[in-house]
């Protein structure tokens, strides 16, 4: 279908508030009660919806406004075509529902629409339960609602549904120690009709749709949103998915003749026990499909499909093959060598019918390699087609950047295509491993979008799905998922992260309601430190996981890093709450910055001209991690007339090294080694292996963003060039993407891309004066290039900037302050200039 032909569907299409559609479930599962007082958590067993409404027109209106949501995910089809995917990963009471105008799929005379539910019943990386009350949020539901001309099509028992037994219960991760996220789908194609979905399909069989309305004490007996236990339905606020179809780049066939574990009915750990068990030399490559399996009564069949790069969406394949035959499928970033760690990934099952052998994998997967083993055949099988339908959120046209320097050239391209893969429905850690929605991971990308992005509402999202503060204040450390559902500790310092997020929205959109809306839990957060400041004005003993970065530091005691990463935030705040007008909370901001600052002087290393990680008792200690001086820059609390010396200091490239506590580092990675280090990061006792009287440790990729925020600040932006070149190290043997740590991690971490954010900012320098681009600043400093182009989005359009050695061209729609090297600021009115260099 083409898209461009739907028009837009907004609120203003329904009524205001209360829906007319009801919530609905499969009659197989009848809502028993439970406390209509206190509620209590359902069973938590994943369970499958099919639905079906028949619907005959005279004519298609001109637009047919739907809408609709589910707990916890939903496709809709209308006359055998996928119209949508939903909904957007929320917290339960803060639910989204999706848009779409559903007249470009219908026709004439009899249609069906149909919907499948998927209900994960466990708290999973991307979804968390709700708290049911005696009925409502025990189950999967559904509503939806259409506007059909001069009548409404809504969910009520009028749908012909079905609870689904093609899918079994999940194979969850048995690891003692598991941050695997990704749902693990069992698919028996036996059990579900090819054709349900279309028009010539025979529903007879099934029984209305389950109307369920929701019992509390204060419930008001009625079956249409809004109603607890999921709140006022929000709106989707940003786009649809989009990607294209991916094919192989190459195949790898090999026999096995050996009988197959299937003591785990988990697909995943069934190839992993494979690839480590069962090695073969007799492997055949091809590098395209179809592709004859080779079936064997005395073993299996090892299929390992490499898509050439890290992909990301959902997977579809088709085979030939008899009814019963078994597909057990392991999507990895990489061959398999070694058990995985934290867990093995999700996988997935596939039982052929027999005929019509088509799938798609509801739950999208990122990887390079899929692991297919073949098993249980009784006569020829062929796999015809194996593909990935990505799915990420689009990068509108217009913005661009290029250099003199190609390999500068693939980096920017490399940050744009992680962030890419880790912008679903949510900014994630990663595609692969977790598809987690860290909130601090997240302002890397954040900061990608606003600088190669022009559409910014998944940047504005990110804030609005963070904000989900904990009782007590903090934010937990990803949201919208287990992590926050089980309430457990969090990363304090993630929320800082957070909090810079909101400060670069105040900067680049100038949105004063919007900005105004964070600043209370930005309170919050910063007055959940208080207990811990001392009558010096620093932060000891920080509670919880205060992780900063994977790099080697120390944040416990006394900690510079801890206090830094705070008075950060208090200055933010500050400054956005003078921009506003509230000038008590500023002057309690200011207050306590100018009290932390004096206190800070505790950290500084005069001999060293940087500042140490902490102290013990008021003694300063010994370790630097960058991090100490560059937090201590971008936080001002460092006099600024040691930012040059300490930019220097910190990236000295004769001292820097790199150690992390619990990953590979340049003193090698064995598992003894591992181990000592991750007891020491778990129950405390930490030492360092590096020289603490002369070396510095280096930052991990994803905290390398302040690093270079700080050598800017200290006006040392043009050294940055020769610094982002380390992250070619990621570039290598097909993969185009920027990994997680220095040596170690997944292959595609979107907090890594850090350089991508840089070129725009700092190299060709473009950067907002004013709040919301009112006036653009443009400070180019090409270091070692000999050109920089680009063109860069603000709310009120593209700024073109061309800098060379010679001179520098800028094209802006606002007033703009050019900042050369060596000159006094030029103020220009908006429109197009050359200046000499």
């Known amino acids: 279908m083409d898209e461009a032909n739907q028009s837009e569907v907004t609120p203003a299409d329904f009524d205001e508030i209360r829906w007319r559609g009801h919530w609905v479930w499969v009659p197989e599962e009848p809502v028993q009660g439970g406390n209509p007082v206190t509620g209590t958590r359902g069973d938590g067993h994943e369970a499958h919806g099919l639905f079906r409404r028949r619907v005959t027109l005279d004519a298609v209106p001109a637009r047919v406004p739907a809408r ?151 419930g008001r007996g ?260 287990d992590v926050e559902y089980n309430g457990g500790f969090t990363i304090p310092d993630w929320s800082l992260h957070w909090v810079h997020g909101v400060h670069n929205l105040y900067r680049f959109t100038g949105d004063r309601a919007r900005v105004k809306e964070y600043m209370p839990t930005i309170e919050r957060i910063l007055r959940w430190y208080l207990p811990y400041l001392t009558a010096q004005g620093v932060l000891q003993d920080v509670v919880e996981w205060n992780l900063i970065d994977w790099s080697s530091l120390f944040s416990e005691g006394q900690s510079a890093i801890v206090t830094a990463s705070w008075a950060r935030g208090l200055h933010e705040f500050a400054e956005m709450a003078g921009w506003l007008g509230e000038r008590a909370s500023q002057a309690w901001a200011d207050e306590l910055h100018a009290r932390v600052r004096a206190g800070f002087e505790l950290f500084w290393d005069e001999a060293r001209g940087t500042y140490v990680d902490y102290a013990e008792d008021g003694v300063a200690q010994r370790p630097a991690n960058q991090l100490a001086g560059a937090l201590a820059i971008v936080s001002g609390l460092a006099p600024e007339d040691r930012w040059p010396r300490i930019s220097d200091a910190i990236t000295d490239p004769d001292r820097l090294v790199v150690r992390s506590w619990l990953f590979f580092d340049e003193t090698g990675f064995t598992p003894e080694a591992a181990e000592a280090k991750r007891a020491g990061v778990f129950v405390g006792g930490l030492q360092p292996d590096w020289d603490v009287e002369r070396e510095i440790v280096s930052a991990e990729p994803f905290m390398s963003y302040v690093v270079h925020d700080a050598v800017a600040l200290a006006g040392r932006a043009d050294r940055l060039p020769a610094l982002y070149r380390r992250w070619s190290q990621f570039l290598v043997d097909g993969y185009d993407t920027l990994g997680e740590n220095w040596g170690h991690g ?66 802006s729609p606002v007033p703009v302050i050019v900042e050369l090297p060596g000159r006094a600021p030029q103020h220009l009115a908006a429109g197009t200039h050359t200046l000499d260099a």
């Open 68 to 218: 609709m949501t589910a707990d916890s995910r939903y496709v809709l089809y209308v006359n055998g075509e996928e119209v949508f995917r939903g909904p957007l990963r929320s917290q339960p009471r803060r639910m989204i529902y999706d848009m779409f105008d559903l007249a470009p799929y219908l026709h004439a005379g009899e249609n069906v629409i149909a919907v499948y539910v998927k209900y994960l019943g466990l708290a999973t990386s991307t979804w968390m339960p709700a708290v049911p009350n005696a009925t409502l949020g025990r189950t999967g539901v559904m509503v939806f609602e259409a506007a059909l001309g001069g009548q409404w099509l809504v969910s009520d028992a009028a749908w012909k549904a079905h609870k689904s037994a093609a899918w079994s219960a999940p194979a969850h991760d048995r690891a003692a120690i598991s941050v695997a996220g990704v749902p693990t789908e069992l698919f028996d194609a036996r059990a579900m009709p090819e054709d349900w979905r279309t028009l010539g399909f025979e529903d007879g069989a099934w029984g209305p749709a389950q109307v369920i309305t929701p019992v509390h004490i204060g």
């Open 746 to 811: 997944t292959h595609v971490h979107g907090w890594s891309s850090t350089p991508t954010k840089d070129m725009v900012f700092y190299t060709l320098g473009v950067t907002p004066a004013e709040p919301g681009y009112g006036v653009a600043r443009v400070a180019p400093r090409l270091g070692d290039l000999t050109w920089a182009k680009g063109s860069v989005p603000t709310p009120h359009g593209l700024i073109h900037v061309d800098a060379r050695a010679e001179r520098v061209t800028v094209e």
């Open 222 to 481: 009625r079956s249409r949103p809004p109603t607890d236990p999921y709140g006022p339905l929000f709106p989707r606020t940003i786009a649809k998915l989009t990607g294209a179809r991916v094919g192989i780049a190459a195949v790898t066939v090999e026999s096995i003749d050996r009988v197959l574990d299937v003591t785990t009915d988990n697909p995943a750990e069934r190839v992993e026990r494979s690839a480590l068990n069962h090695p073969t030399a007799a492997a055949q490559r091809h590098t395209g499909l179809p592709l004859e399996v080779p079936v064997r009564d005395d073993g299996y069949t090892r299929v390992i499909v490499d898509m050439g790069r890290i992909v990301g969406g959902l997977v579809e394949f088709a085979v030939d093959a008899p009814a019963g035959t078994v597909l057990d499928f392991s999507y990895q970033e990489e061959p398999i060598t070694a058990p995985a760690q934290f867990g093995a990934h999700g996988g997935s099952q596939y039982i052929a019918r027999g005929r019509d052998d088509r799938h798609t994998v509801f739950d999208p997967k990122g990887f390079r390699y899929a692991y297919i083993l073949v098993h249980g055949a009784t006569g020829p099988v062929t796999l015809r087609d194996f593909a990935v339908e990505e799915r990420h959120y689009p990068w509108a046209p217009g913005a661009a950047f290029a250099c003199s320097d190609d390999e500068l050239n693939r980096i920017f391209a490399a940050g744009i295509r992680t962030v890419a893969l880790n912008s679903w429905d949510a900014f994630m850690d990663c595609p692969t491993r977790e598809q987690r929605a860290w909130v601090g991971d997240a302002v890397v990308h954040q900061m990608v979008h606003l600088a190669t992005n022009p559409d910014w509402r998944l940047a504005w999202h990110y804030l609005a799905l963070g904000n989900a503060p904990r009782y007590d204040g903090i934010l937990p450390m990803s949201v919208g998922g």
